[in-house]
């Protein structure tokens, strides 16, 4: 069975950091790309970054290229995203998501995510 698992959300002042992790369950991270996603309130889901399944080259947003850093651990089955200087507008819930770049619903299978909150 596909699961995907997020966790290290929190609260976090402008320009703070965050690391975010997937754990994936059902398959295996060099066999199927997986991304990240993300949606704040009443916005649809935006895809942000995903990782190369085969070479593991990242490709990011524009809106958090810089600023974020992909990367995984294929021996624990585990996704990362680094957050780094954090804007009010990274706000939302943030998904780990078993496909490449994605728009809305297509983003999906998805885990049950985690939230960043960055004010002030």
């Known amino acids: 069975e596909v699961q995907l698992v997020e966790s290290g959300g929190g609260s976090v002042q402008p320009g703070g950091s965050l690391r975010l992790s997937c754990i994936v369950y059902?398959?295996?991270?060099?066999?199927?790309?997986v991304s990240w996603v993300r949606q704040a309130p009443g916005q649809e889901l935006e895809w942000i970054s995903f990782?190369?399944?085969?070479?593991?080259?990242?490709f990011y947003s524009d809106s958090v290229k810089g600023r974020f850093t992909i990367s995984r651990d294929n021996t624990k089955n585990t996704l990362y995203l680094q957050l780094n200087s954090l804007k009010t507008e990274d706000t939302g819930m943030y998904y780990c998501?078993?496909?490449?770049?994605?728009?809305?619903?297509?983003?999906?299978?998805r885990g049950q995510g985690t939230q960043v909150t960055v004010s002030s």
């Open positions: 990782i190369n399944k085969d070479t593991g080259a990242p």
């Open positions: 998501a078993k496909t490449g770049v994605c728009r809305g619903d297509f983003c999906s299978p």
């Open positions: 059902g398959f295996n991270l060099k066999q199927h790309a």
